[in-house]
């Protein structure tokens, strides 16, 4: 069976820090990780995903299949950057995600 | 492009009553849809993949009598809470593949409150 973990509820950090957001996955084949991100009453929306490798809004995160991480990481943290973040993974071709349990992230001035 | 649209936003209904949600890909067409259960403060639950013409795929622990699920057409599924008790309060939300490599978008829930 599939797993996401997100080992941190809460990550608080001070604006211009570095972020980053742990997520660990466990599953037998190759897997499809995505970021979704959720704004204060607003709809789930896709961050980024492992195989299109971009830099959205500063993030990037990298697929370690070695360590089954799939970190998110962003140089400077931004005061908009307050959200809730899910990591999620999927067995590709459209299948049904698994997410973790969501690290909110508050970005302190 | 990519939209879901979930309908209504919040509702609140007596115990025992059935509560039907919409959920609406407004500019494509939605092969497989996804009805997801939020708890406060925790992650997303699978509850069912729905997909156009079929029946729809239960996660375990779902009760398909209870959590009635329709995709008759490419553009719409709806998930119909029956005999609805204030345990099935919860935040709902639907989600669609739009391809099969392209991803996921989501709608933006569906709050009931049983009373």
């Known amino acids: 069976a599939q797993r996401v973990t997100q080992p941190e509820k809460l990550l608080s950090v001070f604006k211009g820090a570095p972020v980053e957001l742990k997520c660990n996955y466990s599953?037998?084949?190759?897997?499809?990780l995505f970021w979704y991100v959720q704004y204060s009453r607003q709809r789930l929306q896709l961050l980024l995903r492992h195989i299109s490798r971009e830099s959205i809004k500063g993030f990037t995160a990298d697929l370690n299949k070695g360590e089954t991480s799939f970190h998110l990481k962003k140089p400077f943290a931004q005061e908009e950057d307050s959200a809730m973040y899910y990591c999620?993974?999927?067995?590709?071709?459209?299948?049904?995600?698994?997410f973790g349990t969501g690290t909110q992230l508050k970005v302190e001035l | 492009g990519a939209v879901v649209s979930q309908h209504p936003s919040w509702v609140i209904c007596k115990s025992g009553t059935s509560v039907k949600i919409e959920c609406r890909s407004l500019?494509?067409?939605?092969?497989?849809m996804f009805w997801y259960r939020q708890f406060p403060k925790q992650s997303l639950m699978l509850m069912a993949t729905?997909?156009?013409?079929?029946?729809?795929?239960?996660e375990q622990g779902v009760e398909k009598d209870k959590f009635l699920i329709n995709h008759a057409s490419l553009t719409l599924s709806t998930l119909t809470v029956t005999s609805a008790h204030p345990e099935d309060s919860s935040f709902y939300i639907c989600?669609?593949?739009?391809?099969?490599?392209?991803?996921?978008?989501f709608g933006s829930g569906t709050r009931l409150t049983v009373v």
């Open positions: 999620a993974l999927s067995e590709g071709g459209g299948n049904k995600l698994t």
């Open positions: 989600s669609a593949s739009f391809t099969s490599t392209a991803g996921y978008t």
């Open positions: 729905s997909n156009e013409g079929s029946k729809a795929t239960y």
């Open positions: 599953y037998s084949g190759s897997p499809e």
């Open positions: 500019d494509f067409q939605a092969t497989t």
